[in-house]
């Protein structure tokens, strides 16, 4: 009886290393493939195994629960992480960093350093974090959709890798949600400048205008390459009074 029980211990350790060898085959076949095809951006986030928004601390918007953000920036996302430096509770960076957007998935500045620490490292997917630079992007749209901020850093990021089409698509999203804030449309007019797309560059600038922001980088940015024009001014009729005068009765 024991003999056959070993047999079969034996039998099911067998499967699993041939389970476990035929999937890791597989991955690195479609690690291979992944090389050869440039899939749109959406397409890739779900290729990317970017991973659910659950998570032990937060998250949290770092727009509206302050305090709780305080105790990540003080135990991880420190002045030398942010830089770049070094890290605040491992030697490199990239792990307090992947701790903050773990925790706080749609902070501007924590996004900014990691996509600079992509370019730093020349990869992907930084030391230290559990994703890819473009999955942290993903992931801080889906937390917070609304976030025109995150959508500003991430058509950058966009537009570095090439992809003019889908930065010019986040900066489109990005206006939706930028309402009358001046500062926001005005943010939006220098990216799409960025990426020489003028016409829009123009109509953000004039609804910052519109709006009384008074900056005029965006302007004289324009004017450099030709592309300004003055904002039209809405022209005023006088009303007219139908009341007839008195000797007309």
């Known amino acids: 009886m024991k003999a056959i029980m070993i047999r079969q211990r ?18 690195v076949i479609l690690l291979f493939m992944s090389g050869f095809y440039a899939l749109p951006a959406i397409a890739q986030s779900h290729n990317l195994s970017c ?6 601390y937060g998250p949290i918007d770092y727009r509206d629960d302050r305090g709780k953000a305080a105790i990540v920036y003080d135990a991880h996302f420190t002045p030398q992480v942010e830089a770049l430096i070094s890290g605040s509770t491992s030697t490199k960076p990239g792990s307090d960093l992947d701790y903050t957007l773990r925790a706080i998935p749609n902070n501007p500045r924590a996004l900014i350093s990691m996509m600079r620490l992509g ?9 230290g974090s559990r994703y890819s630079v473009e ?4 992931r801080a749209v889906r937390f917070r959709p609304d976030d025109a901020i995150v959508r500003m850093i991430y058509s950058t990021f966009l537009n570095k890798q090439g992809r003019v089409a889908a930065a010019n698509k986040e900066l489109e999203i ?9 500062f926001t449309h005005y943010n939006i007019g220098l990216h799409y400048f960025d990426l020489k797309n003028y016409d829009q560059a123009l109509v953000e600038a004039h609804k910052a205008i519109a709006l009384g922001f008074p900056g005029t980088a965006l302007r004289d940015r324009l004017l450099s390459v030709g592309k300004w024009t003055e904002p039209t001014r809405a022209v005023t009729t006088p009303a ?8 007309a009765k």
């Open 240 to 247: 007219i009074d139908a009341t007839p005068p008195a000797d």
């Open 174 to 182: 990005a206006t939706t949600y930028a309402k009358d804030n001046a």
């Open 51 to 56: 991973g659910s928004l659950e998570n032990g």
């Open 10 to 27: 034996k039998k099911q350790l067998k499967d699993r290393h041939a389970s476990l060898g035929f999937r890791s085959t597989l991955s």
């Open 119 to 127: 370019e730093k490292e020349k990869t992907p997917q930084p030391s």
């Open 135 to 138: 999955c942290w992007f993903d």
